[in-house]
């Protein structure tokens, strides 16, 4: 939501298009890492997920990439609509740790 | 429909007065967290719970607590609330470990 961040990178991307929202990761020994959308007013909602075993993973118009060499996550949404305007947040986990750590987010703002 | 309840949805306190956030689940879920989010630092956990009657601490649990009596119920108490503790809350709960939380929809709380 709105609360999320004053100052949010923000990634702005014409209706259609597709978009790319990356994300570094803390712990090289995180192994499993999750992508949420939260929609302004409401709580993060669960987009896609991937352990460290697999360096893609495809959902519904969605894509998560990691590479695991540099500690980077992305997130790739094909032909952008409006309803996907929203902060995007990574978070990893560490099993035995039982915790997730969540990274600031990213705004995506979708242009007409 | 499976969801996280939360309540109340926005609350307003005075310093000191002691107040209770409910929160329930319908998922049969075992794992369930509290989670604090504000501008800048994003989304951090504040206890955690694997099952009934099994409670821990997330990164600032301080002046807050919980309890896991029931397993949908998990409710967050704030014994002497502050003025810090102002902030947007989450309550979340899993099938699995922290895999793919559901999140409740929030509680904007503020203590003047």
């Known amino acids: 939501g709105e609360s999320v961040g004053l100052h949010l990178p923000t990634l702005s991307v014409q209706e259609g298009d597709n978009s790319i929202i990356n994300c570094a990761y803390s712990?090289?020994?995180?192994?499993?890492f999750i992508w949420y959308k939260q929609e302004s007013g409401k709580g993060p909602q669960f987009i896609i997920d991937?352990?460290?075993?697999?360096d893609k993973r495809q959902g519904q118009r969605v894509t998560v990439l990691l590479n695991k060499t540099v500690k980077h996550l992305s997130l790739q949404i094909a032909a952008t609509q409006p309803g996907d305007s929203a902060v995007y947040f990574c978070?990893?986990?560490?099993?035995?740790?039982?915790?997730?750590?969540f990274g600031k987010g990213t705004r995506l703002h979708i242009l007409p | 429909e499976a969801q996280v309840t939360q309540n109340p949805r926005y609350l307003i306190t005075v310093t000191g007065k002691k107040l209770t956030v409910t929160c329930s689940q319908n998922?049969?879920?075992?794992?369930m967290s509290w989670y604090r989010q504000d501008p800048g630092l994003g989304l951090r956990q504040i206890y955690y719970?694997?099952?009934?009657?099994?409670?821990d601490k997330g990164d600032v649990p301080e002046g807050y607590k919980v309890s896991r009596k029931e397993k949908r119920n998990f409710p967050l108490i704030l014994e002497s609330p502050s003025p810090n503790q102002t902030s947007l809350y989450f309550c979340?709960?899993?099938?699995?470990?922290?895999?793919?939380?559901?999140f409740g929809s929030g509680t904007r709380l503020t203590v003047v």
């Open positions: 719970s694997m099952n009934v009657e099994v409670t």
């Open positions: 998922m049969n879920h075992e794992y």
């Open positions: 979340a709960s899993s099938s699995q470990k922290f895999y793919g939380y559901t």
């Open positions: 712990n090289s020994a995180s192994d499993y």
């Open positions: 991937i352990r460290s075993n697999m």
């Open positions: 978070a990893e986990s560490l099993n035995r740790d039982d915790k997730i750590i």
